[in-house]
């Protein structure tokens, strides 16, 4: 339990951990999901979001213990869900794939929408869509809590842009 505890006082902030997991990352396991095209128990091609969806669950299992609950497919009510939930951070993750339906998910968290009875009862109080993708944004967005991570250069050093296509980080993934 003081392992657990430790690990959410050390990650003050969603960002900070976002950071921490995509750290963690394993190039060979990214490059490996897109050049053998997985297939999902129906045999048919998986995702590439759902492929990052597991990269980033066992990415966040190696930064956080095992004892650190993370809900994947997450929902309050029938009204959406969202990629993951930490419960004790009341934390939500988005993660997309080269901006599919990016403007619908970015609209989630506002007035009206699916997402924001979660924020107006507490259930969430922060969140970040991460938008994995091979080249660089190219527009802005008005959503702060959108980030988009490219992964260029066989997986080995992805760049992160906030929502006004700044560069904030990049990271040399190894292994």
């Given at each position: 339990?003081?392992?657990?505890?430790?690990?959410?006082?050390?990650?003050?902030?969603?960002?900070a951990l976002?950071?921490?997991?995509?750290?963690?990352?394993?190039?060979?396991?990214?490059?490996?999901?897109?050049?053998?095209?997985?297939?999902?128990?129906?045999?048919k091609p998986?995702?590439?979001?759902?492929?990052y969806q597991?990269?980033?669950?066992?990415?966040?299992?190696?930064?956080?213990?095992?004892?650190?609950?993370?809900?994947?497919?997450?929902?309050?009510?029938?009204?959406?869900?969202?990629?993951?939930?930490?419960?004790?951070?009341?934390?939500?993750?988005?993660?997309?794939?080269?901006?599919?339906?990016?403007?619908?998910?970015?609209?989630?968290?506002?007035?009206?929408?699916?997402?924001?009875?979660?924020?107006?009862?507490?259930?969430?109080?922060?969140?970040?869509?991460?938008?994995?993708?091979?080249?660089?944004?190219?527009?802005?967005?008005?959503?702060?809590?959108?980030?988009?991570?490219?992964?260029?250069?066989?997986?080995?050093?992805?760049?992160?842009?906030?929502?006004?296509?700044?560069?904030?980080?990049?990271?040399?993934?190894?292994?």
């Amino acid at each position: 339990m003081l392992l657990i505890a430790h690990f959410l006082e050390s990650v003050l902030q969603l960002r900070a951990l976002f950071r921490a997991v995509l750290e963690n990352l394993s190039r060979i396991s990214l490059r490996h999901a897109v050049e053998s095209k997985k297939l999902s128990t129906a045999a048919k091609p998986r995702l590439m979001e759902a492929q990052y969806q597991d990269k980033f669950y066992r990415a966040f299992y190696g930064v956080a213990d095992m004892g650190v609950p993370l809900c994947s497919e997450w929902s309050r009510s029938g009204g959406g869900r969202v990629d993951f939930y930490i419960p004790q951070k009341q934390w939500a993750i988005e993660l997309l794939r080269d901006e599919d339906r990016i403007t619908d998910h970015v609209t989630r968290s506002h007035w009206g929408e699916k997402y924001f009875p979660w924020s107006k009862e507490k259930r969430v109080v922060d969140w970040i869509i991460i938008n994995c993708t091979s080249s660089p944004p190219t527009r802005e967005y008005s959503e702060p809590d959108l980030w988009t991570a490219v992964f260029t250069n066989d997986f080995s050093d992805p760049q992160v842009y906030d929502y006004q296509v700044l560069s904030l980080f990049s990271i040399a993934l190894h292994n």
